[in-house]
């Protein structure tokens, strides 16, 4: 299906290829060397980088605006950041395409229940094969499942699309989300919130803390995996224990703390993955 040009946005601080990459979104593919296809809940939206410009083609213009947080004013983050210190402003600089995605609450509650002690590749094809299964058909593709379909499978579906110990996790998520208004977390601090995401089977500390800053774009959180924890020991080092950098972080950043995760993290995977 031919996709009408929506809009277009200046590239130095939109890299698509850098925000897609990053850890914070699953459901994405490559179509070509410029091109990425983007799902989101039942919309789809296909990006191409030419030259200095992002070309963003959709039918859910306002959609993808907003997904996109475009707009947010990167350039005075990036400011913002880079005066924190040399390693900062080398992170930033090197990351500073990188956008924080406005996602839909529920997938994101469901595709980090995936991803635990996973591989970005694995992710992604656990998601593809569930939305095929049991999500609505679209012209480009399958949306993500409603909660009252996945509610209704059985823990054998979730073990027969790969996801392991997971399965039921998932099942059991849905049925409490059946009844559980989401909403209500907005309206929470972000302890609050973690405190209650916490409550779902599958949800531990540092998935909590990726639902919080993809899902409820809680700037105050950071989530810390092996990347991170590279990221403390090589350059942050203050003696804590590995359960004590998320709050370090937290305490070091503030506000900032969810996008400098993302720069640390895109920093230290694509850019020092061997220091």
Known sequence: MDLPLAFEYNSEYFNVRDTLECGQIFRYKQLDEHTYAVYSQDKYAEITTVGDKVQVKTLDKDYFWRFFDLDADYAEKVARISAISPLMKEAAEFGKGIRILNQDLTEMIFSFIISANNNIKRIQLII?????????????????????VMASQTVEFYAGIGAGY??????????MLQSYDLSTLNNLSSEEARRELLKFLGVGPKVADCILLFGLRRGDVFPVDTWLKKVYHNYFEQGHRDTEISRYFCNLFGEDAGLCQQYLFYFQRKYRQNN
């Open 128 to 148: 593809d094969r569930m939305c095929n299964a049991i999500g609505a058909e679209m012209p480009n593709g399958c949306a993500f499942p409603t909660v009252e």
């Open 166 to 175: 997971r399965d039921k996790y998932l099942l059991e998520t849905a049925k």
